[in-house]
């Protein structure tokens, strides 16, 4: 009796799907993180007036003795996570100077950015912002 052979072609054929899930889901979660990231870039406006109209959410800090006020965003929510939340740097005239999107380099100036200051409202933020 003739036993039929093993059929080698099925499990090559499952193999390579396989390995296509695997890589359509790491395309995937590449393109989220990129699209996550870009999401962090200051609005087209990136004065401390535009980051509000733009919508953006986060906690604000003035630091009165360097003349600046530091706006702390949530982290973006990526599959690899940053140890340090976004950061925006805007000065006395409310225009940005530098931001980092979480890590210690920032991306306009070549140098960190302190998170310090005393919390402030929105409001409180504007008023300081006023009293050049």
């Not at 890589?23 to 509000?52: H, K, Y």
Request: a positive charge; one cysteine or more.
């Amino acid at each position: 009796m003739n036993s039929p052979a093993p059929r080698r072609g099925g499990c090559l054929r499952l193999l390579f799907r396989g390995a296509l899930i695997l890589v359509a889901l790491f395309l995937g979660g590449l393109g989220w993180d990129v699209w996550q990231l870009r999401s962090l870039r200051p609005p087209q406006d990136s004065s401390f007036e535009g980051f509000l109209s733009d919508g953006r959410k986060g906690a604000l800090m003035i630091d009165a003795a360097a003349d600046r006020l530091y706006w702390v965003a949530p982290p973006a929510r990526t599959i690899v996570r940053s140890s340090e939340p976004p950061v925006y740097e805007f000065n006395r005239a409310g225009a940005l100077v530098n931001w980092t999107p979480g890590n210690e380099k920032g991306m306009i100036l070549d140098a960190p950015i302190p998170r310090h200051g005393t919390p402030a409202t929105v409001d409180e933020a504007r008023a300081w912002l006023r009293r050049r």
